[in-house]
């Protein structure tokens, strides 16, 4: 069974850079498209990117252009989420979820979630 684990996560001051790592143990993560969630208190589940398992690319944030970016290292079997720019409204904890190839579809079901990492942006 897939076992995803986030990493990277912390404490950064308004305007630093962070990035995420996503990545499994034992099981190739190349079949899946993996996205990005972030949940913050008091606050609905919001996606953030996707990548999939071909490498396309689907933009869910509603921020300017730019500030969060998803790659994927297939040699390292990881999908890694970077944040610029951080400002305090990103703080949350952010989570990345595996699902069958595509990135189109809904995020419910048989879907692989990972414990999520905490981001504190803050001064």
């Known amino acids: 069974q897939l076992r995803l684990v986030e990493s990277g996560g912390g404490l950064v001051q308004p305007g630093e850079s962070l990035r995420l790592s996503c990545t499994a143990s034992?099981?190739?993560?190349?079949?899946?498209?993996i996205g990005w969630f972030r949940q913050a208190p008091g606050k609905e589940r919001e996606e953030i990117l996707c990548?999939?398992?071909?490498?396309?690319?689907?933009d869910y944030s509603n921020s300017e252009p730019g500030r969060f970016t998803i790659s994927r290292d297939r040699a390292k079997n990881t999908v890694y989420l970077q944040g610029n720019s951080l400002k305090p409204e990103d703080t949350a904890v952010y989570y990345c979820a595996a699902k069958d190839r595509f990135c189109l579809g809904a995020w419910y079901g048989d879907i692989y979630w990972g414990q999520g990492t905490q981001v504190t942006v803050s001064s």
């Open positions: 034992g099981v190739t993560l190349d079949n899946y498209a």
């Open positions: 990548i999939s398992s071909g490498g396309g690319i689907t």
